[in-house]
């Protein structure tokens, strides 16, 4: 009890006196946060980006692939094979006893963003007639669904809101064809809403090619999809994966979410390296400023690990001022300001998600400017403690 009333009178001694310390204690706070924040936000994208990927799928649907594909765009099935997969175990029927499923082709369009007219690379994905219940989620919110044989498109929400050029009305303009802007679409946030569709006969017909990329099939139940997927396996004359639809976009996602999560600990790292310098300058400055204060309290019996525990205490405190502000900073700015991938991600094109500073996030940045706070604070506390009385008088 007495060496924790010894840290407790200590410790209280160091925060009466940081008002005459106030200009260098804010170095180590504003510091800290500026790590936090730059950590918390670029974070954030990748968790952005894996929610609007994991909203993509469901469980209950199937994507049919060339054997050996990584993405769908990088996929090619005929037309024989289309009609084969038609077939399989446990795909969910309509009340007229037809499949519901989509046979599906992709082609890349070059548009402008609205921010700074850079330009991107879009999906146009041509789907089958029976879309709408593949999914049920997809609900037109302006205009008109397209019509087939005709060059009409409709755009996802979100590439409405990011894109240049794809109001209701609008034309796109692509080699072969000019596309008709004729409405918009909402997925519920998924990563399809960052696409445009038309009519997979439509587009394959406009590019003169004569076979799909990729067939999504609705399943009876998630239970559904190992017959699925050995009816088709058994099946000779197919060369194909089967993979979830859940499954697919979630490993599309992790390459990116990865690469972002890197540059995030990267780029958090070397400024947290600026912010425990900026943070022992301090500390040793506190220290050194305190060498009579620490002599006499060390004379009168007050034990080394007193001045330990002090002097982290006080770089700790500092520390989360500083990982609190910049939680709530990069909570402030960025939670929930839409952004889009630099380039294709996993074969989607240009794949537009929300930030999302979620409070795992910002606790994770309040850790980190602990973290910082205690290697701050460890040697110039370790000073405190060994630094003989009769020296530390001298030096007075």
Known sequence: MKMFRQIGAVTAMNFRSLPQRVSTSLVVVIGIAGVVAVLVSVLAMST??????????????????????????SSALDRNSAKLIVDGAGI?????????????????????????????????????????????????????????AVAEVIVGKSAHAQFKGLNVGDVVRSRGANWTVVGVFDTGGDAHESSLMTDAETLISIDQRGSFQSVTALLESPAAFQAFKDSLSANPALAIDVVRERDYYQQ?????ANIISIIAYVVGGIMAVGAVFAALNTMYSAVSARLQEIATLRALGFGSTAMVMSVLAEALILALIGGVIGALLAWGFFNGNTVSTLGGAGGLGQVVFELSVSPQLMILGVVWACVIGVLGGLFPALRAARLPVAMALRAV
């Open 48 to 73: 952005g980006l894996i929610r609007t990927m994991e909203s993509t799928g469901r469980d209950d649907r199937a994507i049919v692939m060339r054997n050996g594909s990584i993405a769908e765009t």
């Open 92 to 148: 969910k029927r309509d009340e007229n006893g037809e499949p519901i499923l989509s046979a599906e082709t992709f082609r890349i369009l070059s548009l402008r963003k609205q921010a700074d007219d850079a330009e991107v690379s879009a999906i146009l994905r041509g789907v089958g007639p029976k879309i709408l219940a593949v999914r049920p989620e997809l609900k037109i919110i302006e205009g008109r669904m397209f019509q087939p």
């Open 252 to 256: 599309q996602s992790k390459t990116m």
